[in-house]
């Protein structure tokens, strides 16, 4: 049984983005507030349904990206 919330809609797009920018899973987690596991195993949940490649509009990729890289 899961220990926690599922992943939502919202932080898929943000693990999206954070891949996409070349942040590693360790740094998106602790942006999240989630553990790294959690992550990987969303990560991997993606690339098998073939949605990690969805990336929404870049100026809002751009945004969430510089948040990441501040709190990181």
Known sequence: MARGKYITKFEAEIIRIGLDRGFKAPQIARYL???KQAVYNHIE????D???????FDFV????????RDKG
């Open 33 to 35: 507030g989630r553990t």
């Open 45 to 48: 949940k993606m690339e098998s």
């Open 50 to 56: 073939g949605t990690l490649e969805n990336m929404p």
């Open 61 to 68: 990729a751009d945004e969430i990206a510089r948040a990441i």
